[in-house]
């Protein structure tokens, strides 16, 4: 390395350090500075992370989903999630930073953090991770797909395989469901999906991935194309669950 060189890299170094000092990063949930290195997700502070409300448990979580999806049509066989999201609780600025804001690192991480959830002790060397797919209108304005991100880290830090892109698709690019009914959310997204690849989902478990989980619908659209094509079963985990 020359003399030129190590005097840029100093230069670099040091303005680098200057700025982190008089405008340090801050945390996405409690807005406070970065003091120290983030462990477990980049942009969060640890302990905001580690103290968030924790979602319901599995079995309270499909109560709650039930409220919205009929037993009957419910082709989710369990459910699983890191923390609930209130109008009381910050953990969807982390959401809207990877759905909008281009932080796929802080995706990955938290997939690595949803892996370790005690709830997926069930899952087997052969599950199948899907995560969910969004219409490639969406992908090519977005630039990713978050759901994947979140499973990339999630089979990073389990091990499992990933569908590969294009087993599963979303065939139409539906509206907005935010301010839908349970009725017409369930309309909204009936048969959105295809599995154009059957025969890779035979009689397979698997594991759905996305990064909220509100009323279930979309995610049980899923459920029913996978199903419908010869999966044994479909159990879903997110991020968070909307409470």
């Known amino acids: ?5 190590m005097v840029v890299g100093g230069a670099h170094r040091t303005l680098r350090a200057l700025t982190d000092t008089l405008y340090p990063e801050h945390c996405l949930l409690s807005d406070q500075p970065l003091l120290s290195p983030a462990s477990y997700a980049p942009g969060i502070d640890d302990a905001s992370l580690l103290f968030h409300q924790p979602a319901p448990r599995s079995v309270e979580i499909e109560l709650l989903i039930q409220k919205h999806v009929h037993a009957d049509e419910l082709m989710i066989s369990s459910f699983i999630a890191l923390w609930g999201m209130s109008a009381a609780s910050t953990i969807d600025n982390a959401i809207y930073a990877i759905k909008y804001g281009g932080r796929t690192s802080l995706a990955v991480a938290l997939g ?3 892996a370790n959830h005690p709830g997926l002790h069930s899952l087997d060397r052969s599950t199948l991770v899907c995560p969910l797919p969004i219409h490639r209108a969406r992908k090519r304005e977005r630039g990713y ?20 892109e294009g087993v599963v698709v979303r065939t139409r690019h539906r509206q907005s469901q935010t301010t839908l009914s349970d009725v017409e959310r369930r309309t909204n997204v009936a048969g959105i999906f295809a599995v154009a690849k059957p025969e890779v989902v035979l009689d397979a478990r698997i594991l759905l991935i996305d990064d909220v989980l509100t009323t279930g619908s979309t995610l049980n659209s899923c459920a029913i194309a996978l199903i419908e094509s010869g999966a044994r079963r479909v159990d879903v985990a997110t991020l968070c669950i909307a409470v």
């Open 1 to 5: 390395m020359c003399i030129l060189d």
């Open 112 to 114: 690595r953090m949803l």
């Open 145 to 164: 797909n978050q759901a994947e991100r979140i499973a990339s880290g999630f089979c990073e830090q389990t091990g499992l395989s990933m569908l590969p």
